[in-house]
């Protein structure tokens, strides 16, 4: 580490240089508000070396004149004089302490004269203050509520790692699990050295400030609350907003569920359900504040309660000992705290994960998007409701069982609710009224296959359906009404648990049971197969009043024989079709005392199966393979156009979670063959733009474009991660301009390309995508004349002892040219061979209309290659 001191002050002795030694080698890593690496000396360093028994080293550096004792320095002034010390000045001491300029007041401000305006005194605080920042990095301690922190001030950051994708340039906020030096925070600030920072991206977007704001209130305002996430304070730095909170080890719920670690035993399963609707008592809180200079009752609404936004803290040991708690985190859509009138109606701008939002908070027309609705606050208890069905259907049948369930939604929505379609409504729980009747066949899947030690799911489906389901006029207002149902259930469960108070007359399978369908939108999945209604037989002794809505009067639908994406169909009457509102009243809105009538409920089920979550426009795609990829369902780039110009979210993407789970973190590398016969191609840049969208939250090195026209410019979403749209829109000048060149030579591109440093390394696995039509100059009509180029790329492969699937090159084919085709399906049939005289198949063809997961993967696996 090079010095930063002058060693030529006439004060320097020894002493000192030992010090400075001491310093330099004695450095910790953090880093600054410009976010970078930047070094600094820890307090608890300095204290150690000041105070080291026996060493004197304070009084051997102050000037016998001086009337400063060793202990007030110790106790105030350590770190000024730590930095004196380091600067020669250590003389100065003495008009710190006359001022009263303590350590705590660091750092000095640029523009703190205090000490006099002689120049001996100016030099001194230009170096002070020059050289503060190695000593007196962030000290993080209550009370740090939107703090202003100087770029320049070192954050005390050991080690980060994000706890979320970041790749998706419309995330709002990046969200790290961050390790602070142990002596860089109050401990009774917090006790854990880990801690969640959330950074809202207001140096790019400062309209995420009110996002940040609402997120400090909300939590302000809340206080201490055992389940919800505690709050550590908030501080802005160079324009960046950041949020500070506890760290929770066990991750989100959804983290919990992906896991499929399920609780066995009934006191396990007790504790679960107790943790988790203990978030009633969170919404409580936020919805029943009061203001400090009145009582008149106020309260906010948190309008993103879902799984991911539930924290877990457990013993890893043993996840569901006593020590398992559930909390509730996120606050940034949370409404503005207000006065609560008799209507308790608040706004709304539907900001939140819109699978769990409330019916009526639904804007199921775009004309609605900038609607700001006022909604009542039980918008809350719906959307944990659908959490709670949700961990109802994950302890009787796990992950697989949630994704058949969501699977369920989609078809049901497709085929009957088509308004809901897109705008994030596509798996939501309802259809714009009440709850959707396939998201009670789930509960009942889920009650079929509970575990035999489990005696408390059915109340508590029972609870979920008739109290939290609810459309908004039927629904309980009161969030301590619903627990109190569900603390009394627990208190006589634990009661009567010796007893055994629901007997399963046959073991019960934790797992649902499924089949497999061949040909469906999704591919191979598995599917809930309808339970027998035997299984259901125990709950049948429970009174009305205590059976869920799902175990009553809903019949087992009929498979039609056809193959869909989902199992259950929504009824279709063979009368006139009847207003959600209506068809649902008996069924979803009974009375506490009243089973649901049998006449409100359609026994003929019958669904027209969907193709496709969304079922856009197919007339393109005429795939060139007729075999189906047995890894992912079929979609064409026309359909992840509709996605992407309509905003829908990439995770709605019938196998986009496979495929990314699948390929891991890639770096993607385009090629376009810019030649006049590609030009006059328009789904050429569509292609492009939808292709560069879709990859670009798996590809952290920044997704690539170059052209054919002039290889060695390299496109791609920069540092800031642009958007497509930026990132097309040179390109698409380029097409628009006059004087387009010639044919197309393709060895020539290659090689420039290829040969570039660092664009084959063992650091990034790269998939390189040329998109032409074959129409090229020079060489073989077969496609002989590239063959040198790839041979040149697996020699390289193997120096850098890469496995084959490292680097892979897909061409993607445009138009109809016969001998365009003809000279890329060579090129993907007779592979050349390597410098050791081995074949290693690095090269795929595949048509632009065919299934963009087979684009992607096909020269990395050889099955889809061989299709």
């Known amino acids: 580490m090079p010095h930063f001191y002058d060693t030529n002050h006439p004060v320097d002795s020894e002493y000192r240089k030992e010090y400075l030694n001491f310093v330099d080698e004695h450095l910790s890593e953090g880093i600054n508000g410009y976010e970078q690496k930047a070094w600094f000396i820890r307090p608890g360093v300095l204290r150690q070396w000041w105070t080291q028994r026996g060493s004197r080293r304070i009084p051997r550096l102050l000037d016998y004149r001086t009337y400063i004792g060793e202990t007030i320095i110790i106790e105030s002034y350590l770190i000024i004089f ?68 100087d770029p320049r001030q070192i954050l005390p950051i050991k080690k980060s790692r994000s706890l979320r994708s970041l790749m998706d340039s419309n995330m709002k906020t990046i969200i790290n699990a961050t390790t602070l030096y142990a002596d860089c925070f109050d401990p009774n600030w917090n006790s854990q050295e880990t801690i969640v920072f959330k950074q809202f991206r ?114 890893e040991d043993d996840p569901f000992s006593d020590d398992f708690t559930l909390k509730l985190t996120d606050f940034e859509t949370a409404t503005a705290a207000q006065v609560i009138d008799k209507t308790e109606l608040s706004p709304h701008d539907n900001d939140g994960n819109r699978t769990y939002s409330a019916p009526e908070a639904s804007r199921a027309y775009g ?70 009747q396939c998201v009670l066949y789930s509960n009942r899947d889920g009650l079929a296959n509970l575990l035999p030690t489990d005696n408390i799911s059915y109340r508590v489906s029972n609870i979920i359906e008739r109290h939290m389901l609810q459309p908004s006029n039927a629904r309980t207002r009161r969030s301590m009404d619903i627990w109190n149902e569900f603390n009394k259930l627990f208190k006589s469960s634990v009661t009567s648990s010796t007893q055994s108070p629901i007997h399963h007359t046959s073991p019960l399978s934790p797992a649902l049971p499924s089949t497999v369908k061949k040909g469906s939108s999704y591919g191979d999945i598995a599917t809930i197969t309808p339970p027998p209604r035997s299984k259901l037989r125990d709950v049948q002794n429970l009174p009305n009043n ?110 986009y979670q496979e495929f990314k789970k699948k390929i891991g973190e890639r770096h993607f590398l385009i090629i376009i063959d810019d030649s006049i016969t590609m030009r006059s191609n328009d789904k050429v840049l569509e292609f492009t733009e939808s292709l560069a969208w879709l990859v670009k939250p798996i590809d952290s090195s920044r997704v690539e474009i170059r052209l054919a026209s002039n290889p060695t410019k390299s496109y791609n979403t920069g540092l800031l991660r642009k958007s497509t749209a930026k990132l097309l829109k040179p390109i698409h000048a380029i097409f628009r301009a006059q004087g387009a060149g010639g044919l197309c030579n393709m060895e020539f591109v290659l090689n420039r390309i290829l040969n570039e440093r660092g664009v084959i390394a063992p650091e990034h696995p790269t998939s390189v995508l040329v998109l032409t039509d074959g129409i090229w100059e020079g060489g073989s009509d077969k496609g002989d004349n590239i063959m040198g180029s790839i041979a040149g790329v697996l020699k390289k492969m193997r120096d850098a002892n890469l496995a084959r699937t490292d680097f892979t090159i897909q061409f993607v084919s445009f138009g109809d040219n016969e001998a365009g085709i003809a000279r890329l399906q060579y090129v993907d049939d007779h592979p050349p061979l390597d410098s050791q005289g081995e074949k290693r198949d690095i090269v795929d063809h595949k048509r632009h209309t065919d299934n963009i997961w087979e684009i992607l993967w096909g020269a990395a696996s050889d099955e889809v290659d061989k299709q």
């Open 546 to 655: 205590e059976k869920p809505l799902s175990t009553l009067q809903l019949d087992p639908p009929v498979d039609s024989g056809r193959s869909s994406g989902c199992t259950y169909r929504e009824p279709v009457s063979p009368q006139p079709q009847l207003k959600a509102s209506d068809s649902l009243k008996s069924t979803i809105r009974p009375s506490p005392n009243d089973p649901v009538r049998s006449e409100a409920t359609v026994s003929t089920f019958a669904g027209t199966p969907s193709d496709d979550l969304r079922a856009p426009d197919r007339t393109e795609q005429k795939p060139h393979s007729t075999a189906q990829s047995r890894l992912f369902p079929p979609v064409s780039i026309s359909e992840i156009s509709d996605y992407h110009h309509k905003k829908w979210h990439r995770e709605e993407i019938p196998g």
């Open 82 to 149: 730590s930095i004196l010390v380091y600067i020669g000045q250590p003389q100065y001491i003495d008009d710190f302490v006359r001022l009263g300029l303590r350590d705590v007041q660091l750092p000095l401000p640029d523009d703190m004269n205090n000490l006099g305006g002689d120049p001996h005194t100016t030099n001194m605080l230009d170096s002070f203050r020059k050289y503060q920042w190695k000593f007196c990095p962030v000290y993080f301690t209550k009370g740090m509520v939107k703090k202003k922190i």
């Open 202 to 315: 207001t140096n790019e977007n400062n309209t995420l400030r009110y996002a940040w704001r609402r997120e400090c209130n909300a939590m302000n305002s809340i206080g201490d609350c055992k389940q919800t996430v505690r709050y550590l304070g908030s501080f802005e730095q160079n324009d960046r907003c950041f949020v500070m909170s506890e760290y929770a080890n066990g991750g989100s719920l959804l983290d919990l569920f992906k896991r499929n670690i399920r609780p066995q035993t009934t006191e396990e399963i007790n504790r679960f359900w107790t943790a988790l609707t203990s978030l009633l008592k969170a919404i409580n809180r936020f919805h029943n504040l009061k203001f400090r200079a009145e009582e008149h009752p106020a309260g906010f609404a948190h309008r993103d309660i879902n799984p991911e936004n539930i924290l877990v803290f457990y013993d």
């Open 367 to 436: 004309e609605q998007e900038s609607d700001l609705l006022q909604l009542p606050f039980h918008c809350d208890i719906w959307s944990l409701g659908c959490v709670l069905a949700e961990a109802l259907v994950w302890l009787g049948g796990g992950r697989e069982a949630i994704q058949a369930a969501e699977h369920a939604r989609r078809n049901s929505i497709i085929t009957h609710h088509s308004h809901l379609i897109g705008g994030g409504y596509g798996s939501c729980f309802h259809d714009g009224v009440a709850v959707l």
